[in-house]
């Protein structure tokens, strides 16, 4: 296969390496160019009665599924970080004195980021190999997440989580859009829909795990917490008058 494995050189494709390096050879049917196949239909015969699909061999990595589960588990910490500020809204907006204007900008950094990103990393996903691709996506999601701990103190805390969420965002093409390619790269063609949807699987849990992990991490603050503590002192002052 032509793409280049996520954590090999190029002399280091699953597809075609020596068999005694402890992976299993597998056997599937390869297509003429000028056929098409489906699964579905009776194998294609040609004109003086052969069979026109010839018997090819791939050999796939145990190692492929410690791939898989390091590229869902980076997809997933992009969709979390993405979804770290909508579940404690209540609680940033007391902390570094935002409205809902701020949150709703740093959730909209994610589709932002995203649309000037696709083409740069699919070319490289395309040219360069997924390695590189995924290098750069996880180098995205960390910067988007170092850049958050420099200070808490406005205004300063405002730019740099806008600047981490754009970050961040600029990681979404290969989160999404990555699951097949490690598939096709790294799986036999009966294993590449169970790889899919793990990838993808793994993308949309760590966006919903936000709702989960935040409030457990941050103490939600009521909007209305500032009325009921000024409400609470003037009731014990007018208690003590009396």
């Known amino acids: 296969m ?13 597809a075609c390496s020596d068999p005694q390096q402890g992976g299993t050879t ?4 390869s297509i003429n160019s000028d056929q098409q196949y489906s699964p579905l239909l009776q194998p294609v015969v040609s004109h003086d009665g052969g069979n026109t699909r010839g018997e090819d061999e791939t050999h ?7 791939i898989l589960i390091l590229f869902s588990l980076m997809c997933g910490t992009q969709g979390c970080v993405w979804n770290t500020f909508g579940p404690i809204s209540s609680t940033a907006e007391d902390a570094f004195d935002w409205d809902t ?6 959730t909209n950094w994610g589709p ?3 649309i000037p990103a696709t083409v ?31 200070t808490m103190e406005p205004p300063g805390v405002t730019i740099l989580m806008n600047v981490g969420q754009a970050l961040n965002g600029l990681a979404g093409p290969i989160a999404m859009a990555g699951p ?15 790889a899919t949807s793990i990838g993808t699987f793994f993308s949309m849990f760590g966006m919903a795990s936000g709702f ?21 002192l003037i009731s014990t002052e007018s208690s003590e008058c009396n």
Do not use: C
């Open 212 to 232: 989960l992990i935040g409030p457990m991490l941050v103490p939600d603050v009521p909007k209305n917490s500032t009325d009921i503590k000024f409400s609470s």
């Open 120 to 150: 740069p990393l699919i070319w490289a996903l395309e040219h360069k190999g997924l390695r590189v691709a995924s290098l750069w996506t996880a180098f995205f999601v960390a910067s988007g997440t170092v850049v958050r701990i420099f």
């Open 180 to 194: 097949p390619a490690v598939s096709a790269t790294w799986f036999p063609p009966e294993q590449r829909t169970l």
């Open 112 to 114: 932002i980021s995203f």
């Open 101 to 106: 204007s701020n949150i709703g900008m740093l």
């Open 60 to 66: 796939v990595y145990r190692r492929r599924w410690y």
């Open 26 to 29: 597998h056997h599937y049917h």
């Open 2 to 14: 032509s793409t280049e494995p996520l954590l090999g050189g190029h002399g280091d494709d699953p």
